[in-house]
């Protein structure tokens, strides 16, 4: 391919990408978010980080928390939403910003911690849990080359699938 095909996909790429960002399908953002990144079209990504928050996409966001794409102000208005709705990207707003995991039992009790753990024994279980695996450094969203091994296994058995019907 030469660089001028090269450029004309990185602009299209970019223009989907941020068309997707404003649409509320949470899923095409992601496929143009792992697209990006398969294809190491990083520089698609530029100027969208506020556009990703925006979208209120808490698996994007976590991509881009990890992927360090988000700017202190950005994550700053990110610790403000501590609500239970919230959990899934303030797991890796903990896992990935460095304040919040050096007092990590704080971070647990204010981010993750679930109205229905009323109960000693309860919020016990869930700090111990997320403690554990934050400490662990482990991510609940999955790293590209496994997201693009678990599509291509996908593709491979649906194409069987129709082969046999």
């Known amino acids: 391919m030469s660089g001028f095909d ?7 790429l970019k223009a989907r990408y941020k ?3 404003i649409s509320a399908f949470h899923d095409a953002q ?4 792992y697209a990006t990144r398969c294809y190491h079209l990083d520089e698609c990504l530029e100027d ?3 556009m990703v928050l925006k979208s209120q996409n808490q698996i994007l966001i976590s ?6 794409l988000f700017s202190e102000d950005q994550i700053n208005s990110l610790k403000l939403l501590d609500n239970e709705k919230f959990w899934f990207q303030n797991y890796h707003l903990i896992l990935y910003t460095p304040d919040l995991r050096t007092d990590l039992e ?3 009790t204010k981010y993750l911690m679930p109205q229905r753990a009323n ?3 309860r919020q016990s279980r869930y700090r111990d849990f997320y403690k554990k695996n934050l400490t662990l450094g482990k991510a609940i969203i999955n790293e590209i080359p496994v997201v693009t091994e678990n599509i291509e296994d996908y593709l491979e ?9």
């Open 6 to 12: 090269n450029q004309k996909i990185k602009i299209f």
């Open 106 to 108: 704080e971070s647990i």
């Open 157 to 165: 058995k649906r194409h069987q699938e129709l082969i046999e019907e």
């Open 119 to 121: 109960t000693d024994l």
């Open 48 to 50: 969208t980080a506020e």
């Open 30 to 33: 992601l496929y143009y978010y």
């Open 19 to 21: 068309e997707a960002l």
């Open 63 to 68: 991509y881009y928390l990890k992927d360090g």
